[in-house]
């Protein structure tokens, strides 16, 4: 019993805290590690007195949690989508982009390491060059995926990719415009302060010409029928004088 | 000296009251034909009537949770095939360069989907502008606004409502569900609609204002159960607003209705959103979950919250200063139609581009963890920032600063123009991102302490920023309560609720009050102003009294009826008396509306001079539900000159026992009179009983309590 549950405890912390989000394998480690608590779990519900004992038998009931964790960290990672049905191969499409990624990761490796020493450090302008071609197929192929996956999708939401291709995606791009600074600058920022300062000055054409051209609305006063005294036919006098 | 002459034509300003609001017919005329059929209907039909009533109000409810769920559907399907476009777009010209025409082509679209929006408002139906609470709480509150309950306003509100949060404006759409669930309301309890020209012969009933109104009330509680998920709340909403004619049977009612809406809502959307029976989603807005393990407040916060009730009163009453502005120009400056749309167009356009402008600027993008739920989608045109969320995420403040400052104007400007639109959900989202930015200080004093978390005090900066403008007090707590699904936090926020209002109303009305201002509803208050007791029926009244005999020509009538100078819609009966130099005595009250039903059914019921009682047809009850609500005017009844010469008998068809009161009677103990009975005229008798004058609504809500002390409004024509 007891070596039983220090392996549940251990294997799944340790192995997430190793096949993290930052490998792009968050799918892939979950497979292999809650495949085997799932077979563990499921082995052990077959008799329920021997399921009982095990899962239910310390005050912490680790096992479940973490298994609810697991399935629910599967649920939001969305995971099934990169994994072919029912085995434990990812998809053709995320192969697909996993070596595509791979390729590019290469890339950047190989024209990093051309680098001499004596150059400045900041120059990253032949990644740029060299990778651009690799990079922008990975971009597409990324676009292409999501735009896959928004059409099969039923419900109105938009639907997430497999978390291990979004991260994967994420890094390159970080890479990309941060690190290197491959991306090219938006010199946009002239016309686009043009356009909105041409839309910001409508409004007030609108309102001064409104103010000046419109004849203003009045109102026509209707005397009350009652039994007025002096004093407030004055007051009402007095206002408006 | 000689007084100066009475200025007949003054620009617009708020302290007028206007002659085209009347009063709503609560007051029930108790005429013989009424005894009648209440002595034919036996014990088992009152029964029937009663369950018909509770049929009524779960009907209510189940329409009002789907005209929710329709708006929120399409809402979600239309902003999001925008978001795609102005994205791919965005996206595609973010390589190649000329970021202008993303610019140009996201403002071109908001400003078309506003402008079939303000087209529909503002030609077809204008009353069907702005939220709809201001409109609604008038209705309840005894005042008949024309055409506010028909289902062209209703079709035009949801068309309306739609195309402005999908054009992309700074708007809500929770309070035009309030209007929406009143129309409903309004519509099902007679059961036939007059557009349509169908008459489906139930709920006949029901067909008078009495019953209206209370219907009226359990749609606009259906209404804010829709949209907030708060069944309670919108019971007390009702409650707040429509409080002087209220039963306790009525409350049950109200309650069963609205639970029945957010439980149609909820069912419906978690049907749609493929997780049946999910109940996830009991309103249109979503705060998120607020835990008490996780976020609690100790005794310590609570200054700390006044405080921020103090700033959303201040903030509040800047912003209704601001839109009080703004809204007197458009009132008399921008009163074309064709202007009010141009005016929509530029401020969707302008809101566009601050939002272009302000993602193009902003440097941090986070990813929003959770579910990916449609908040950007909202149609804010901002980067939605969904600052109630409680996650440890932090934005940066410079953003969150620019967003509050940029959100709080666009908010502003956009209230008032002739949109259906809401302002819950603007002034949510600025006192969130101002609550937050507080919180985020906060916890950069504290040093990081558990206790300063932001998402707590972006709740409460809502809550204050809300409480400062619109000034609802016990409603919006318990609806607050319930949206966030935490009563822990009512404690706190009832607190700033009342500071924001204490704060604010030293300063400027609430919102929804300031508009029924500017648009010169006779709106009658909780009491009447505190310094009035020297006022006495005498003063108030109208006279003189334009009276009726009990047996009457039918000329007198007619020519009574069509004239135009004045517009009376109740006539005191008074004995007839060959003597005509003695002022005769009170017998009665006769509406408009009853004459004019007399004149329409042919033939009309007379009795021949010589006595002779030519009454080929007894009219009923029945003829005069028929007729309800629309009367015809009375130039549609012809007369021919030998049936004026007829006299008629009113004493079957008057109200025997109308409400009177002596003309020493100061003027609180009228207005509560008038208010507690929901009445239309009330009548000022003399020692004997003889007719000296009138208070109508105009009479009693020309008195109000300003700066200085008691003053009184004058009667425009509008």
Sequence with gaps: MAPLRSQ?????????????????????????????????????????NCAKSILTSDRLQVVVTLSAFFNDTWEAANCANCIKNNSEELSNSTQ????????????????????????????????????????????????????????????????????????????????????????????????????????????IVFYLSSFLH?????????????IQSNASLVNIQEKYS | ELPRPYPNEIPHNEKLLSLKYESLDYDNSENQLFLEEERRINHAAFRTVEIKRWVICAMIGILTGLVACFIDIVVENLAGLKYRVVKDNIDKFTEKGGLSFSLLLWATLNASVVMVGSVI?????????????????CYLNGVKIPHVVRLKTLVIKVCGVILSVVGGLAVGKEGPMIHSGAVIAAGISQGRSTSLKRDFKIFEYFRRDTEKRDFVSAGAAAGVSAAFGAPVGGVLFSLEEGASFWNQFLTWRIFFASMISTFTLNSVLSVYHG????????????????DNEKMGYTIQEIPIFIFMGVVGGILGALFNALNYWLTMFRIRYIHRPCLQVIEAMLVAA???????????????CQPIQGSSVAYPLQAVGLALFPCFLPTPGSYNPMTLGMFTLMYFFLACWTYGLTVSAGVFIPSLLIGAAWGRLFGISLSYLAKGSIWADPGKYALMGAAAQLGGIVRMTLSLTVIMMEATGNVTYGFPIMLV??????????????????????QSVPFLHWEAPVTSHSLTAREVMSTPVTCLRRIERVGTVVDILSDTSSNHNGFPVVESNPNTTQVAGLRGLILRSQLIVLGLVPPQVFVERANLNLVQRRLKLKDFRDAYPRFPPIQSIHVSQDERECMIDLSEF?????????????????????????????????????VVGMVTRKDLARYRLGKEGLEELSLAQT
């Design chain 1, 214 to 226: 419109s004849k203003q609305k009045k109102r026509i006063l209707i005397l009350p029928k009652r």
């Design chain 2, 497 to 518: 609720l009342m500071t924001a209002k204490i704060v604010g109303d030293y300063f400027v009305e609430g919102l929804y009050d300031m508009h029924i201002q500017l």
């Design chain 2, 350 to 364: 302008v809101t566009a581009a601050v939002g272009f402008v302000m993602i193009y600027c902003s440097r941090d």
């Design chain 2, 275 to 290: 997780n049946p029976w999910d109940l996830s989603s009991p309103g249109l807005i979503n705060f998120g979950r607020f």
């Design chain 2, 654 to 690: 008057m109200n025997p026992t109308p409400y009177t009161v002596p003309q020493e009677a100061s003027l609180p103990r009228v207005f509560k009179l008038f208010r507690a009975l929901g009445l239309r005229h009330l009548v000022v008798v003399n020692n004997h009983n003889e």
């Design chain 2, 121 to 137: 408002v503002a030609f077809v139906e204008p009353v069907a502008a702005g939220s709809g609470i201001p409109q609604i709480k």
């Design chain 1, 8 to 48: 549940l405890l251990l294997l799944p912390a340790l192995a997430l805290a190793i096949g993290s989000a930052s490998w792009a394998g968050l799918s892939r480690s979950l497979l292999t590690q809650y495949g085997d608590i799932a077979r563990a779990v499921g082995n052990s519900s077959e008799s329920h």
């Design chain 1, 96 to 203: 697909e982009f996993m070596d595509l990624f791979n390729k590019s990761l290469t890339c950047f490796e190989h024209n990093l390491q051309g680098q001499a020493m004596d150059l400045s450090p900041n120059n990253y302008t032949e990644v740029c060059k060299n990778c651009n071609g690799t990079y922008k197929n990975l971009s597409d192929l990324y676009n292409k995926l999501q735009r896959l996956n928004r059409h099969g999708d039923e419900s109105g939401h938009s639907a997430h990719l497999c978390i291990d291709v979004e991260d994967a995606m994420n890094i390159t791009r970080k890479l990309w415009s941060r690190t290197f600074n491959c991306s090219v600058p938006c010199s946009d920022t002239v016309p686009v302060i043009a356009v909105s300062s041409f839309i910001l000055f409508l409004p």
